[in-house]
């Protein structure tokens, strides 16, 4: 009996690896039809400067409108596309609508700058570089209004290389930004050796900052050494205006979170982009 209950439970498990192979087969076709069908959307969160208490950037966040499933966060595909090479066409696709969108804000009158996250799989790929350098000349937009936000943990495993990578972009015109800091094992003597304009101090520290003693503490020298290395600094997270006034006192220079906006699509955008956000004296 317990032979066959083994057996079952193997069969079982089977059927269900196989399952998530189909699964994910299928949603890997349906990915490559959703760039042709305008299914994969780009909205922007705004980042807002603490000094003017206007938005002066965004972060273009994807999400997949798909026809049966509705609406896919990055975590369901952006992993599948990863594994299967189609990050570099689909990040291509991110930057070209973030520099269309730019270009229309820009002829409104708004000067923004946009950022774009980049996968660790896309550093060291000569063949993005190519591309991404016709798509930012063929566009005739100023390379340093484009940053790319690079996690951590992708920079981490090969600082050389990393930086080498990194590099390559900075050579296009393109600022970098470290995302989700503190998340990772790194140092900031470590982050010093990458050609780095920004950091973002993760959610998970700023949220409770204003609150916290211990969080408090560790963004204000966060924010206090990442200065001394030249870098600006963005909090991310931030859902209470304690929170966004705490940040300000403390020197941080950008904030994004709920309470300035959630991500929304650049038409929502528009209206905000005029607001004078409350800052305290
Ligand atoms: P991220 O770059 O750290 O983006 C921040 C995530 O936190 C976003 O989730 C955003 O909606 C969410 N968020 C922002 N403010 C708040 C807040 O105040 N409270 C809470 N609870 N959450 C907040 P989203 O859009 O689901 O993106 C998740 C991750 O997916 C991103 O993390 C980024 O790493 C990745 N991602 C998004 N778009 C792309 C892309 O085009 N390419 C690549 N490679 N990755 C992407
Ligand atoms: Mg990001
Ligand atoms: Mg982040
Ligand atoms: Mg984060």
Sequence with gaps: ARALAEGRAWHVHQLEEE?????????????????????????????????????SSVEALVRWNHGTRGFLRPDLFIPLAERNDRIAGLTLHVVGQTITDLL????????????????????NSAPFIADLREVVENSGISPALL??????????????????ALQ????????????????????LSY????????????R????????NRG?????????????????KVVAEGVEEQACLDFLRAIGCDLAQGYLISKP???MELQPLLGRTYPLAA
């Design 147 to 164: 940053t790319f936000e690079v996690t951590e943990s992708a920079a981490m495993g090969d600082p050389a290389g990393a930086s080498a």
């Design 168 to 187: 390559s972009f900075r050579n296009l015109g393109i600022g970098i930004s470290m995302d989700d800091y503190g998340t990772g094992q790194s140092t």
């Design 204 to 211: 998970s520290f700023v949220q409770f900052a204003h609150q």
């Design 264 to 266: 929304v699509s650049a």
């Design 191 to 202: 982050l010093k050796q990458l050609p780095l304009n920004e950091l973002k101090i993760d």
């Design 19 to 55: 399952d998530t192979v189909d699964r994910e087969l299928s949603l890997l076709g349906e990915l490559d039809e959703a760039l042709g069908k305008g299914e994969i959307q780009v909205l922007y969160q705004p980042k807002l400067d603490l000094k003017t208490g206007h938005i």
């Design 104 to 123: 229309n804000w820009q002829s409104s009158g708004r000067q923004l700058t946009g950022a774009v996250n980049i996968s660790a799989k896309l550093l």
């Design 215 to 231: 969080d408090g503490a560790l963004v204000r020298s966060t924010i206090d050494l990442a200065h001394e290395l030249g870098l």
